[in-house]
């Protein structure tokens, strides 16, 4: 018998300035959350921030898990910039109920952008493509024929 078991799921990618993760609770609160940046000209380099995933479809014991956060051109699929990480489960560690839902904050250092565009967030999760957003990266500098 074969068990097919479903992908890994990611059902938000939020973007903010700053997440603080309350002790003892566990709680994050993501400071300053957005859905696009506004540069003065271009090319320039982006603040930092964080991208926060919330994954699910995890089953039984993971002992780790790869995960990658990639800033693309949509069209040309190339890399502006990418964060990586790995989380290690102790041996120990309860297996994951299908349900449950893991929270991870990743931060994502400055990166230089080329032009104002609508850019791709791109979640990996072991090397899987688990989620994507847009992120429109625009121009704050006024329209010619705008008044400042």
């Known amino acids: ?23 003892g609770t566990e709680k994050l609160s993501l400071v300053n959350s957005f859905g696009q940046l506004r ?6 380099p982006t603040p930092p921030f964080f991208i926060t995933v919330w994954l699910t479809h ?10 990658a956060t990639r800033v693309e051109e949509p069209k040309s699929g190339h890399v502006l910039a990418s964060a990586s990480g790995q989380i290690q489960f102790p041996e120990e560690a309860p297996p994951f109920d ?3 839902v893991l929270d991870l904050p990743i931060p994502m250092p400055p990166f230089l952008v080329p032009q104002p565009a609508f ?14 957003r847009s992120l429109p990266i625009l121009s704050s500098a006024p329209e010619a024929g705008e008044r400042a």
């Not at 995890?58 to 995960?67: A, K, N, P, Q």
């Not at 850019?119 to 994507?132: A, F, Q, R, T």
Request: proline share 7%; charged share 25%; hydrophobic share 50%.
């Open 1 to 23: 018998m074969v068990v097919v078991q479903e992908p890994v799921l990611c059902p938000a990618i939020v973007l903010s300035d700053l997440v603080v993760r309350e002790k």
């Open 39 to 44: 540069l003065p000209k271009f090319p320039f």
């Open 58 to 67: 995890l089953r039984g014991r993971v002992s780790r898990l790869d995960i």
């Open 98 to 100: 299908e349900q449950a």
């Open 119 to 132: 850019y791709s967030i791109v979640i990996l999760v072991n090397g899987e493509k688990v989620g994507e």
